[in-house]
């Protein structure tokens, strides 16, 4: 069986091949798209570069649209259809319930036959009216007698027509067919009442507020490279299988993208990278561009501008195996950190570490088991006391500060020996300099905080600290403080309140938790003993 034109046979396997027309190639950024279909057997070829087909015209046919601004067809006919039924079902309601007395057939015959004339001739000034009500309702983005609006017209008076001829004949004394309500057909239940696109949908999710900036910032990117792929479709034109093209797609991006490469087009990258021995995209990473998604379609359900997310349940698997993804650290490791490393041993404040950040922040991640990000937005006042015990409040209060899930909002009493090492005196010191921030100079260009920190304290792990072990980074330290907590005999519902987890129990909906003292007690009970972290000099 001969392979269709688009297949063609390299050295390396097949390749799907097609030119874009000239009037597109501007908007697409580039004269023809090229991707490999990772075989060499010709009937795996042809049918992947079938699928490659369909999702690379669908983009070309959108990009058409988009460039032309054209309301296609077959959505004006259903905007049409629509209004006409709700027409005929409230002359329905009226005849019923007897609220209107209906018209008489021949009363009507003058308005349907300079109808039938205006649809002939396409007069459509006469009806402008009606036609802009139908665009503002929809909300659709259409100038006064553009083609666009002039399709859409079109549809509306040939609706109008047909309901006058359905109103005619219901109003005929002679007609023997009944009266019917007419119920929704498939398609009427799956479009929404207002047409709107999925950029003006993340702009709208976004309005709402309340979400944090650096994920607002992904999201975007992520739906933009929809975008790229797919166009800028009405939301409940957006298909399941569009959705999996996505996903498809985003499993062949590299790991790690240079930044010359970042405004690149999803597609244009796809095709850069092709046969290059680089390292893909994690299942996390292509999960969360699908979440991104997912999350605005179900907004748009809420808000009705959607019947159905058709992103929910599409997901990349996780390999399954039995490798943990972060281990705790053991008592060798933090010997390597908090004995053997220049920040302890020789008191150096690396600028990378934010100053004495570098110091306190892995002190206080393990006798608390905080986050990261956690720590580096507490301000000074965060630290309280209470009955005469210093503790972390932990709270998402003031600008910038974001907290993981709302259960994450806790209190977490200070150990002794973390007030032995001098922290107040920390505290005291960063206070007078007349800062609000505890750790003032871990700060990044990013909307993350700790973004720069990060990549920092990780890397100082490996080489100053000589743990190579991948899955040991400075999350670990939380997995090492709920070790912690075990080997002390603290009930799992203490240590889960010191951590910010939740069980999902009923009774944790009842009361205010534990009180200061039962958290403090839980705290103390932590010992390092066969650790020695040298006192901070506070300057």
Not at 26 to 33: L, P, T
Not at 485 to 502: F, K, M, S, W, Y
């Amino acid at each position: 069986m001969p392979l269709p034109n688009y297949v063609q046979r390299r050295p390396g396997g097949y390749y799907y091949r097609q030119r874009v027309p000239k009037l597109q190639q501007e908007g697409i950024g580039r004269r023809e798209i090229v991707v490999s279909l990772h075989t060499s057997c010709p009937k795996a070829a042809s049918f992947r570069a079938a699928q490659i087909y369909v999702a690379v015209n669908n983009a070309l046919n959108t990009s058409e649209t988009m460039s032309q601004n054209q309301l296609s067809h077959q959505f004006a006919a259903q905007i049409a259809e629509r209004w006409k039924r709700r027409a005929l079902n409230a002359d329905f309601d009226q005849r019923v319930s007897g609220q209107a007395n209906p018209p008489h057939a021949g009363d009507i015959s003058g308005d349907l036959h300079s109808a039938q004339r205006d649809l002939r001739q396409v007069r459509l000034d006469r009806y402008a009216e009606m036609i802009d009500s139908v665009v503002g309702e929809h909300r659709l983005d259409l100038e006064p007698d553009s083609e666009d609006w002039r399709r859409l017209g079109y549809y509306l008076l040939k609706a109008n027509t047909e309901l006058l001829q359905e109103i005619q004949k219901r109003s005929d004394p002679s007609s023997l067919e009944p009266m019917a309500y007419i119920p929704p057909d498939e398609a009427e239940e799956e479009s929404p009442e207002v047409w709107i696109r999925l950029s003006e949908a993340v702009e709208r999710w976004e309005e709402e507020g309340g979400r944090r900036p650096l994920t607002v910032k992904e999201w975007r990117y992520r739906i933009n490279r929809f975008v790229e792929l797919k166009g800028d479709l009405y939301v409940h034109e957006i298909t399941a299988d569009d959705v999996r093209d996505f996903k498809d797609a985003y499993k062949q991006l590299p790991a790690k993208l240079p930044r010359k490469d970042r405004q690149r087009t999803l597609l244009q990258i796809i095709e850069r990278y092709e046969g290059f021995d680089v390292d893909r995209l994690k299942p996390n990473s292509i999960n969360n561009a699908l979440t991104a998604l997912s999350s605005v379609l179900t907004w748009c359900v809420e808000n009705r501008f959607l019947k159905k997310n058709v992103a929910l349940g599409i997901r990349v698997p996780r390999p399954k195996h039995g490798v943990q993804r972060r281990l705790p650290f053991n008592a060798e490791d933090l010997k390597a950190i908090f004995e053997r490393s220049p920040i302890y041993r020789i008191g150096q404040r690396p600028q990378g570490g934010g100053g004495h950040a570098a110091y306190w922040i892995p002190v206080l991640a393990l006798y608390t088991g905080a986050r990261l990000e956690e720590l580096a937005q507490l301000t000074v006042d965060d630290i309280r006391q209470e009955a005469g015990r210093f503790y972390l409040d932990i709270n998402d209060q003031g600008e910038n500060k974001y907290l993981k899930t709302p259960g994450s909002k806790r209190r977490i009493p200070m150990h002794r020996e973390v007030l032995d090492l001098g922290f107040m005196e920390y505290v005291s010191s960063t206070q007078q300099q007349g800062h609000e921030d505890l750790f003032p100079y871990v700060q990044s260009a990013t909307g993350k905080r700790t973004a720069a920190f990060s990549k920092w304290v990780n890397s100082y792990l490996r080489k100053q600290c000589g743990i190579s072990d991948p899955r040991k980074v400075f999350h670990s330290f939380r997995h090492t403080f709920k070790d912690a907590c075990r080997e002390a005999g603290i009930p799992q519902d203490v240590h889960n309140a010191l951590t910010g987890h939740t069980t999902g129990g009923v009774d944790e909906g009842y009361g205010l938790g534990f009180s200061i003292r039962v958290l403090d007690e839980a705290v103390q009970s932590i010992r390092w003993d066969a650790l020695t972290i040298g006192r901070e000099g506070v300057q």
